[in-house]
């Protein structure tokens, strides 16, 4: 089945902490892969994406995400993590084989304590 | 202008009432998405339209229904809904009808359904 994997529902980091959050998803020969976050009662805002090219693709506020399609991974990466970015980030897949539809992952909190 | 705007940004509506969800952009894009966001949970999708077309119903119950006046607006006609469809709709565009382009979201409008 197809499937968008993003194994930690809720992490916490220290602010000026580096962050890194997974995603998985289940197949797709050249899936075309995204990174949204949502602030509460927000829209969704789009952070980075990767067609093809390069696998490390740089993207808004300072956000990063590596393409590894050995391991059919999208991990979102950022050095230092600032108290604004406590939101919900979603991993999100798409292309032909997803149909040409978006496929969400089910979303990681990220909590930033001072 | 790259905002996908949504009205109103909250609605109550009782059972036995009519209301539509409207969605605008000018971004040129021709295809618009509308999904259904619950608590804690990812986007689902709902409808797409495509150059003005409806190309997928994702089996939405009937009470809900899609309007593409042109290729900048989007409605969503509600009737007759029940409390379990109270959830922040969420509309969104992108330039082509596949997720290759990655999707622009608007804000969302919060529904109630008393």
């Known amino acids: 089945a197809q499937s968008v994997t993003q194994p930690d529902i809720h992490i916490t980091v220290s602010e000026g902490a580096s962050l890194e959050l997974r995603c998985n998803y289940s197949?797709?020969?050249?899936?075309?892969l995204f990174w949204y976050v949502q602030s509460p009662g927000q829209g969704l805002q789009l952070l980075l994406k990767y067609f093809s090219g390069d696998t490390l693709v740089q993207g808004i506020k300072g956000f990063e995400a590596e393409f590894k399609r050995s391991q059919s991974s999208f991990n979102l990466r950022k050095p230092s993590v600032h108290w604004s970015d406590a939101a919900e980030y979603f991993c999100a897949v798409g292309g032909a084989e997803y149909g040409n539809k978006l496929v969400f992952g089910a979303g990681t909190i990220l909590r930033v304590k001072s | 202008d790259t905002e996908v705007t949504q009205t109103p940004k909250h609605l109550v509506m009782g059972m036995t009432n009519k209301k539509s969800l409207k969605c605008e952009q000018h971004m040129g894009h021709r295809a618009m998405y509308w999904y259904k966001q619950k608590a804690k949970k990812p986007p689902e999708l709902m409808f797409v339209?495509?150059?003005?077309?409806?190309?997928i119903n994702e089996s939405v119950p009937s009470r809900f229904s899609p309007e593409c006046p042109n290729s900048s607006l989007l409605n969503l006609h509600l009737h007759a809904l029940q409390p379990e469809d109270s959830a922040l709709y969420l509309c969104?565009?992108?330039?082509?009808?596949?997720?290759?382009?990655?999707?622009?979201f608007g804000s969302g409008t919060r529904l109630t359904v008393v």
């Open positions: 339209y495509s150059y003005e077309k409806l190309s």
């Open positions: 969104a565009s992108s330039q082509r009808p596949t997720s290759a382009s990655g999707y622009t």
């Open positions: 197949y797709g020969a050249t899936p075309y």
